[in-house]
């Protein structure tokens, strides 16, 4: 009898679970049996390792095989754990010192040639390795630098089975031929995130370079409240709802928001690669996410597209993809009024839960919303006075499409009016450039991150509405507008909360040591959408 052991992972939504793979051999009818709650694609990795193994010159047990994957109690799938089940059978059977790879974490799909192929998922798998104590990992050799982004592990790429074999027998390891640059798991999920990759990712060291294909925010004709507002949702996190006509800016505006967005901090690239790591779309040769996401889902998405799903675990979804990032809903109104208002719980917590039948998944979504919608169907209402062919009711109902409670948690409110022929055939370059917005927005959350030292928060949006009240004081009789405007029930109680965050952040662009009653009256303009008597030139409508 023959036994050997070594280790994989198993991807529950984003993180990782060590899985120990088990090969026992015994006298007995040639079979192979695989125990441990695998579903169906990995029930196939009976037969991808069976020809592996053989193609790559190893000879088959003719004994009774059963391979088993522990814990039991946990789901597991996909061909990730391909390499391991081959290297735990060859173990059990002599061809492979077990002592070898007992100590080896081992992620990687076979080919029935014996080659080693790509999977998703492998930052994450790696960064569960680390916690768990191990330090060495083998993986497909086009996954390395990715894996490599993990500190103190020893990473081994391999391009075979026969390489790992002859590296774990210590003989002479064979040359094999480069393998082709495959396309990752999921194209059709990499076209939902990746509709701003040029504009979100990339890796550090070509960060320089993104910038340089950044759509300028100087491209934008007019808007000068919209543009402000945009800085404001940058530099405090806010999300923003932008309401105009067709035509007037609003998907040019949004697409400029991820270049005001300050780069990824290492932990953040991490976990914004880790995401995009288990979704399959890390372009090849960019294994680090360096600059925060964009995603722009189509308004045809479903629940699971959007907040995560699928068969069997969740995986993640729209919100999971523009983690760190910016997630774009274009035509807000045309999106199903379900799926708008499950946004309800990642925009307050920072995290979505997906719960399905093969278990519940807790996966990472603090992003920056940006809503657009036109005021109408034919989005011609209030703008072009009679060219408007919608009835009242028509117009009530394409409005009720975003809830109350979708809207109460949005802190900015910017009517985008169509832009005039002056503005637009006017000298070219007139605003501001995107590197001087965001150098404004660098600086107002570096006094924002000053403020909140030893706390667990780093912009305005996330600090409690609570904690800004009895901590955080803004200047005597500041508030006072905005607590007529909640006993008028202009304002929710969260609505109070989310000007006081706004007021913050006006209040850092400006470089006040707290908000003066200027500052509350631009967030209240920009919370309600009615005017404060803000001086001409500062944020507002």
């Known amino acids: 009898m023959g036994f050997a052991r070594t280790c994989s992972v198993a991807l529950v939504g984003v993180e990782g679970v060590v899985v120990e793979v088990q090969a026992d051999l015994e006298p007995g009818v040639a079979t192979f049996t695989l125990v441990g709650l695998p579903d169906k694609s990995l029930v196939e990795s009976r037969d991808r390792v069976r020809a592996a193994v053989v193609n790559s010159g190893a000879d088959w047990p003719q004994k009774k095989l059963t391979v088993g994957l522990s814990p039991a109690s946990v789901p597991k799938g996909g061909s990730g754990f391909d390499l391991a089940v081959a290297c735990a059978v060859l173990g059990a059977a002599e061809r492979i010192d077990p002592r070898a790879m007992a100590d080896l974490m081992m992620i990687g799909e076979l080919g029935l040639d014996g080659r080693v192929r790509p999977v998703r998922g492998v930052l994450p798998a790696v960064l569960a390795a680390a916690e768990a104590g191990y330090r060495q990992v083998v993986v497909p050799e086009q996954t390395a630098a990715e894996a490599s982004l993990v500190p103190d592990v020893s990473v081994l790429g391999v391009r075979t089975l026969r390489q790992l074999i002859a590296v774990l027998t210590d003989a002479p390891v064979p040359e094999e031929e480069e393998l082709p640059e495959e396309g990752r798991p999921d194209p059709m999920l990499a076209g939902l995130s990746l509709v701003g990759a040029g504009m979100g990712v990339g890796v550090a060291a070509d960060a320089g370079a993104a910038a340089d294909r950044r759509p300028d925010l100087a491209e934008v004709a007019g808007q000068r409240a919209a543009r402000k507002a945009l800085e404001v949702a940058a530099a405090g996190s806010h999300h923003l709802f932008l309401a105009g006509p067709p035509g007037a800016g609003k998907t040019m505006l949004a697409e400029r928001l991820p270049g005001l967005l300050p780069p990824l901090t290492r932990r953040e690239s991490l976990e914004v690669t880790a995401v995009h790591s288990v979704a399959g779309i890390l372009p090849p040769g960019q294994p680090l996410v360096a600059a925060p996401p964009y995603c722009a889902p189509h308004h045809s998405a479903t629940m699971a597209a959007l907040v995560g799903g699928g068969n069997g675990l969740p995986r993640p979804g729209a919100v999971s993809l523009a983690h760190r990032g910016v997630l774009f809903l274009d035509e807000a109104p045309e999106f199903s009024a379900q799926v708008l208002d499950a946004l309800r719980q990642p925009l ?17 979504a603090r992003f920056l919303l940006l809503l657009a919608a036109n005021p109408c169907p034919c989005g011609r209402h209030s703008y072009i006075g009679d060219g ?55 600086e107002a959350r570096e006094r924002a991150a000053a403020r909140y030292t030893d706390t667990p928060w780093l912009t305005n949006s996330e600090v409690p509405g609570h904690e800004l009240r009895t901590r955080w004081y803004a200047s005597p009789g500041a508030l006072r507008e905005a607590e007529r405007d909640m006993e008028r029930g202009l304002l929710t109680a969260r609505g109070l909360d989310r000007v006081l965050r706004v007021a913050w952040t006006v209040a850092d662009l400006a470089g006040h040591d707290r908000p003066e009653a200027e500052d509350v009256a631009q967030a209240l303009q920009l919370r309600t959408g009615v005017s404060r008597g803000v001086p001409a030139g500062a944020v507002g409508f």
């Open 348 to 364: 307050e917590s920072g995290h979505v839960v997906v719960a399905r039948s093969a278990g519940m998944v807790r996966m990472p």
């Open 388 to 442: 408007c062919d919608c009835s009242p009711v028509m117009v009530r109902r394409y409005q009720a499409r975003l809830s109350g409670p979708l809207l109460d948690r949005v802190d900015l409110r910017v009517r985008v009016e169509a832009v005039s022929r002056a503005e637009l055939t006017g000298a070219p370059g007139v605003g501001e450039r995107t590197a001087v917005v965001a150098a404004r927005v660098r």
